[in-house]
């Protein structure tokens, strides 16, 4: 081992300290006292853990720990996007938290050790330690959708979520044992150099087929999905938040990382299937979410569809694929993060208010976040100059050019449909309210760490929907860095393949 390889894992070794820290003071103090303090300590690690993302860029793209992680414009990309999903979920906890929360320094502590994961996960290049990574990624959200135990939804959330999770888990673990019986190795560069020479064709397709189930199951893939309403409905706002965006932004660089250096001789087996399950989301989740009146189901249906959405541009051919998926996980994660966080002030910690009528008048009551509202359902509907335009342009464009036509038209299509959706939420935000309601709620309260998360997703929606370049040129420059090595796996590793392949 190198003493330079903890450079290659310095995010991750920050956020680390961080959570550690957290809990040490949280113990430390009293029960009774405030603990809003731990909140901006963990803020202040996750910023720190993302300069340390930028600062990686320095570094040659390499490998490290016995190749088990890697460092690439791919991976950096990853954790800016995984860092600045975290930063401003903590910036939205720390102003909409109850001061009298139970286990606020608990709160804090997982979000930060969940990054943990989600960071380890887009870097890891060894299939044993992706299993661990996600793990850590998945048992930290698994609380966190319980966190408001004094609810019943809340423990009722995170015990489906906790059950579903641990069986689509089972099938990735499957996968990677057949992965290693196959090959024998779990090392992925040696897997992409081995499974090909395979004897076993069946055991490589059905290696292949097991790590997808459990993967689209993170990402809320249909026929995966059932988990994701329920839960989304349970879990406080600023934690379905973060669980819709930053897990499935790792849970999608993970899919890159599988389906591109693992399996690219499969591209016959793997794109008709993943071509299926993107029509599938799109379109069961968008007419899922035309008949719900609870905005937050809305949304946990809308997120399968988009999960379908950037399965479309997986269609596309080699880096043009890889690219504009990155970039639509990067879009989707400001829109949706930015709505959730206009969600959060109107309905409270409780959830108090969270039918689409409830949001009668809105702009009226709270005409900045009337506006913002409107101005993230506009993005989620791919309206020009937001982000949701570009990112759904670039992703079609991407399936257009690798021959999938029809799956950019079905996708054309249901974004049409999902416009009525989001558009009747839109509308309602303006109608003028009745004069009771008008005088029973009162303004939703605006702390300078929720302005700032505000400030933030509106400014990326905006960027990457105006300005793409520096993002288009990031996610490009990351594409061509997920490429298998040509080199030849070591003679050691070849040797050890042939005795394990049955």
Excluded at 18 to 40: E, F, K, Y
Excluded at 340 to 364: K, M, Q
Aim: proline share 6%; charged share 10%; glycine share 8%.
């Amino acid at each position: 081992m190198n003493p330079g390889d903890s450079l290659r894992i310095l995010p991750e070794i920050v956020l680390t300290l961080t959570g550690v820290l957290i809990m040490l003071v949280d113990a430390s103090l009293p029960p009774r006292a405030p603990r809003r303090t731990l909140g901006w300590v963990a803020a202040l690690g996750v910023t720190l853990s993302l300069w340390a993302s930028l600062w990686q860029l320095s570094l040659p793209v390499g490998t490290a720990f016995y190749s088990t992680v890697e460092t690439s414009p791919f991976t950096v990309f990853f954790h800016v996007l995984i860092c600045g999903i975290v930063l401003v979920v903590l910036l939205l906890s720390l102003d909409t938290l109850p001061e009298d929360s139970h286990h606020q320094g608990e709160y804090y502590a997982l979000i930060v050790f969940g990054a943990v994961g989600m960071c380890l996960l887009t870097s890891a290049i060894e299939l044993l330690v992706i299993f661990i990574a996600l793990e850590i990624s998945s048992i930290s959200t698994y609380i966190l959708a319980g966190y408001r135990k004094g609810s019943g939804r809340g423990p009722e959330a995170a015990l489906k979520y906790f059950l579903l999770g641990s069986f689509a888990t089972g099938f990735l673990l499957y996968g990677i044992a057949m992965a290693f019986g196959a090959s024998g190795t779990t090392q992925i560069y040696e897997l992409a150099q081995l499974l090909p020479a395979s004897p076993n064709h069946l055991l490589v397709t059905a290696a292949m087929a097991l790590m997808l189930v459990g993967i689209l199951f993170k990402v809320s893939a249909a026929p995966f999905h059932v988990w994701t309403p329920d839960v989304y409905e349970g879990a406080p706002s600023p934690v379905v938040a973060l669980m819709s965006t930053a897990p499935k932004a790792a849970a999608f660089a993970l899919l890159l990382r599988i389906i591109y250096e693992v399996f690219p001789t499969l591209r016959q087996e793997w794109a008709p299937l993943l071509w299926c399950v993107a029509v599938l989301s799109m379109t069961v989740g968008n007419l899922a979410a035309l008949r719900q009146q609870n905005v937050k189901r809305m949304l946990g249906y809308s997120s399968i569809a988009h999960a379908g959405y950037l399965l479309a541009a997986l269609a596309g051919l080699g880096a043009s694929g890889i690219a504009a998926a990155s970039f639509y996980t990067a879009a989707y994660a400001a829109m949706n993060v930015g709505i959730f966080a206009v969600i959060t002030l109107v309905s409270g910690y409780d959830d108090e208010r969270t039918l689409i009528a409830d949001y009668r008048g809105l702009i009226y009551r709270a005409p900045v976040l009337g506006i913002l509202l409107i101005f993230f359902l506009t993005s989620l509907v791919g309206i020009p100059f937001t982000a949701g335009f570009f990112g759904k342009f670039y992703a079609f464009a991407a399936a257009m050019g690798g021959n999938a036509n029809w799956l950019a038209l079905i996708g054309l299509l249901n974004s049409g449909l999902a416009a009525a959706y989001y558009l009747r939420l839109a509308f309602v935000s303006v109608q003028a309210p009745p004069e009771e309601t008008r005088q029973r709620l009162a303004l939703p309260r605006v702390g300078v760490a929720v302005a700032a998360a505000l400030l933030f997703t509106v400014g990326a929606t905006f960027l990457l929907g105006v300005v793409p370049t520096r993002a288009l040129q990031a996610v490009e420059t990351g594409a061509h860095t997920l490429q298998v090595p040509s080199a030849e796996p070591a003679p050691a590793a070849v040797s050890a393949a042939t005795q394990q392949v049955p």
